[in-house]
């Protein structure tokens, strides 16, 4: 069963950047959609971005259009969230998951990592 490590998150300024790595191991990697979701304290886990078992699809929640990028690299096994213009409301725990098809609904993914934390703040 793929197993999914996330890790990059740290504190950073406003407007500031971070890349989180998702890393598979355990499964056939290139079969998988992989989503980024985040959930911050007391608020309801959110999908941010997909990307299909290719990279040629990708999808984007409306909050971090623009700022957020999902890439993978499958001779890594590993997929990527680029996040620029950081902003203290993108302050959550990050988590990678995977499913069958691009989705940011939670309700569809198969496999969860453990999530990294990423705080905005000055």
């Known amino acids: 069963q793929l197993q999914l490590v996330e890790s990059g998150g740290e504190l950073v300024q406003p407007g500031g950047s971070l890349r989180l790595s998702c890393a598979a191991s355990?499964?056939?990697?290139?079969?998988?959609?992989i989503a980024w979701f985040r959930q911050a304290p007391g608020k309801e886990r959110e999908g941010v971005s997909c990307i299909d078992n290719t990279g040629s699809t990708t999808r984007s929640a409306n909050s971090v259009k623009g700022r957020f990028t999902i890439s993978r690299d499958n001779a890594e096994n590993t997929v990527y969230l680029q996040m620029n213009s950081l902003k203290p409301e993108d302050t959550a725990v990050y988590y990678c998951?995977?499913?069958?098809?691009?989705?940011?609904?939670?309700?569809?993914?198969?496999?969860w990592g453990k999530g990294t934390l990423v705080t905005v703040s000055s």
């Open positions: 355990r499964g056939t990697f290139d079969f998988y959609a």
């Open positions: 998951a995977a499913a069958g098809y691009c989705s940011l609904n939670g309700n569809t993914m198969n496999n």
